[in-house]
């Protein structure tokens, strides 16, 4: 049992598929698993376990931010041996080459967190996902039927949510970046330690550009084909 999970050995799957929000990790929960069971409300951060075609899949909050996610991730590879963690989050786009709902298949993620460079003793780090699971996933947009068209890039992961210096992103946006989030680079980079899989999967639901947004029960409920992307490269 682990300390901010709490649940008990067994009682989550090797792969999880890993929101910001907990709340979407029910709607997750409960829209595309069968049989889902609650493994853990702890602080509020919820976690489920059940199927998806088959396969036993959990669905595990992480909250918002890379120390955040941390928490969450260095405790499923390390207390609960999970093999396989896909991310399914929500962005703000960069550029007018992405709109509104469209979704982000990340190939890697710059950071303007400290994180790394802690960790890496000032040196640069390159976060990139596992390839299995982007090929999965790039495979998977292709075969889907989709409202939203489907892109592969840079995300950045930003540790201010609220920035005062927008502009400290233009030279990432200038070198491909095409939206911004907060979990990314650390996931990868933890990943990339523990020898584990890993994946970000995001859906555009702000636009920094043309100031288009989506609702946070939107956020929360209506990310269907982001969902079912990262199932089937999870499970592929």
């Known amino acids: 049992m682990s300390t901010h999970i709490a649940a008990q050995p067994g009682q989550i799957a090797p792969t999880v598929l890993f929101p910001g929000d907990p709340l979407r990790a029910k709607w997750i929960a ?7 069971e609650l493994y853990s409300e702890t ?3 919820l976690g489920f376990t059940g ?3 088959g396969h036993r899949i959990s669905v595990q909050g992480s909250g918002m931010g890379q120390p955040s996610m941390a928490i969450y991730a260095n405790e499923l590879f390390d207390a609960y041996d999970v093999q396989t963690v896909v ?3 929500s962005c703000g786009a960069l550029t007018e080459r992405v709109g509104l709902r469209d979704i982000i298949i990340a190939n890697g993620a710059c950071t303007d967190s400290a994180i790394n460079r802690v960790r890496f003793h000032g040196q640069d780090y390159a976060p990139v996902a596992d390839f299995s699971l ?3 996933a790039v495979e998977a947009g292709e075969e889907m039927p989709l409202q939203s068209r489907v892109h592969v890039g840079l995300l950045f ?3 201010q949510f609220y920035s005062t210096r927008p502009e400290l992103t233009e030279p990432f946006v200038a070198h491909g970046a ?3 989030e907060m979990e990314t680079s650390g996931l990868y980079t933890l990943a990339a330690y523990r020898r584990r899989r890993a994946l970000s999967i995001c859906t555009v639901s702000d636009h920094l550009v043309t100031g288009e947004e989506t609702t946070a029960l939107e956020r929360e409920q209506t990310f269907g084909d982001m969902v079912e992307i990262a199932l089937r490269a999870a499970t592929a």
């Open 43 to 45: 602080r509020g951060m």
């Open 30 to 36: 409960e829209n595309f698993l069968e049989a889902a």
């Open 51 to 53: 199927t998806w075609r």
């Open 157 to 159: 992961s930003s540790d």
């Open 87 to 89: 991310r399914v989050g």
């Open 178 to 180: 095409l939206a911004v």
């Open 134 to 136: 982007l090929r999965a």
